[in-house]
T-cell receptor, first 111, second 114 residues
């Protein structure tokens, strides 16, 4: 079962532009996490946002959470070629334990 | 600091063969997980171990078994491989069980069943 669904499935932008990816989910959550996966590698944790938080920042990353719309967005500012990767959201569907993963957004940064 | 190490990185099996995927973490984490990743789908949890000595089924446990050998190691066994088990398998660990815990991943085992 997929709790989180990322949108768009794929995104191609020019280096230096901002990239925005969205994650929608179906049931109430306690926490939502974003991960990055470079081609052929494992996933790397980026940001965790709790249900009582609305926004978190980490370097060039900004994550927002709107629990009323059951959605989150990941913004990468001033994109670089190294940001080319797939990005996944994972939610807990209120269970506090098991993470349920979306299918990811494939981001390509063109030089 | 190696983090999470998976072996082997690649494997090709024939239908019906068995094999064990190995995973070890050096972060002193209590919880460990096995996922499979298929094209166009999110990660799906196969089994997890909340702490040493415990294992529990995830979303897709059929056809697999696991062993939490000690705090560091968590292995996944395919007893009789089937083509439907062709996938990329990821092991992950976290400090504790909980959706507020970041998970740390290995680089995966790419498994093909012919």
């Amino acid at each position: 079962s997929q709790q989180g669904e990322e949108d768009p499935q794929a995104l191609s932008i020019q280096e230096g532009e901002n990239a925005t990816m969205n994650c929608s989910y179906k049931t109430s959550i306690n926490n939502l996490q974003w991960y990055r996966q470079n081609s052929g590698r494992g996933l790397v944790h980026l940001i965790l946002i709790r249900s009582n938080e609305r926004e978190k920042h980490s370097g060039r990353l900004r994550v927002t959470l709107d629990t009323s719309k059951k959605s989150s967005s990941l913004l990468i500012t001033a994109s670089r070629a190294a940001d080319t990767a797939s990005y996944f959201c994972a939610t807990d569907a209120g269970s506090n334990y098991q993470l349920i993963w979306g299918a990811g957004t494939k981001l390509i940064i063109k030089p | 600091n190696a983090g999470v190490t998976q072996t082997p990185k690649f494997q090709v099996l024939k239908t019906g063969q068995s094999m064990t995927l190995q995973c070890a973490q050096d972060m002193n984490h209590n919880s460990m997980y096995w996922y499979r990743q298929d094209p166009g789908m999110g990660l799906r949890l196969i089994y997890y171990s909340a702490s040493e000595g415990t294992t529990d089924k995830g979303e897709v446990p059929n056809g697999y078994n696991v062993s939490r050998l000690n705090k560091r190691e968590f292995s996944l066994r395919l007893e009789s491989a089937a083509p439907s088990q062709t996938s990329v398998y990821f092991c992950a660990s976290s400090e504790d069980r909980g959706s507020n815990q970041p998970q740390h991943f290995g680089d995966g085992t790419r498994l093909s069943i012919l």
